[in-house]
């Protein structure tokens, strides 16, 4: 099992492997780099896909300390380190999203573009805050959890009674005290909507119309990042990755292809990078 190794954590990714152009993702708050299992079958190998689980997820191992997702955003770049990547496009679900963007006002070097799926630059609303705090109150009540696991899979992914069953066993199972620093990562979030203007790179902005993000939030994230491109999935909910995979692969892959250079994808044909003659 693969782990990138941050001052007080290690974060695990899977890595799909191959020679072209790395897509790292983030995934959904709750959730892991299972969300993703769609998008690396459909991309790779012309994509190399990584997904990786943020701090109190998944298999990433953490002290259970408080962080932001600037952390996370270093936590992206120490996998990209770990893979010896300089350069990649980075992305992902909600709280992955919120990463992403914060990677990319660290280090526009390292990022050649962005995902952004059922995300937004602000700050937690009152509305959200009170209606996580209530439910993270009732969370640890052994009685309860059944009924929020379930109310939470209904949120997150909808109608899917498949991927709801799996995720609610999920999440019955694991110790509820894991996640504690990431709700308050997740909450306590800082708004970067004034910064937005500062990031060049190429954007995909999609929005699942049944998402918990403010329709006027992820408006301004489109609009605020220089030439995105904005899709929305209607009737969808935030885990639009794996409800909907055949609308988010061809929406991702005609990003990727227009922003990563032909000369850095995967060719089919022979099984390496096309090799691009000198004109010189």
Known sequence: M??????????HYEDS???GPVVLLG??????????????????????????????????????LPFTYWTAARDALTVLD????????IGGTSQGGFSALRTALLAPDRVDGLVLIATEAH?????????????????????????????LAEWLIGDDDWYRDIWVRRWLIRNPL???????????RDSIVHRLNEIRCPALVIHPTRAGIP????????AGLVGSRYLEVADAHQAVTMTHPEVINTALRAFLRDTVPPAQRYNPTTGNLPIVQSTD
């Open 82 to 89: 770990q893979l010896g990547v300089e350069r990649a496009v």
């Open 178 to 188: 894991v996640s504690e620093a990431a709700a308050g990562c997740l909450l306590g």
């Open 215 to 222: 329709h006027d939030h992820i408006q301004a994230l489109a």
């Open 27 to 64: 995934h959904e708050f709750c959730m892991d780099a299972t969300m993703f299992v769609a998008q690396t079958a459909a991309l790779a190998p012309e994509f190399r896909v990584v997904a990786w689980d943020a701090r109190g997820h998944g298999h990433t191992r953490d002290e259970g």
């Open 17 to 19: 492997g191959g020679t």
């Open 123 to 151: 700050g937690a609303t009152e509305e959200e805050l009170e209606s996580a705090h209530r439910f993270l109150d009732r969370w640890h009540e052994p009685g309860a959890r059944r009924a929020l696991a379930e109310y």
């Open 2 to 11: 693969p782990f990138a190794r941050a001052i007080d954590a290690e974060i």
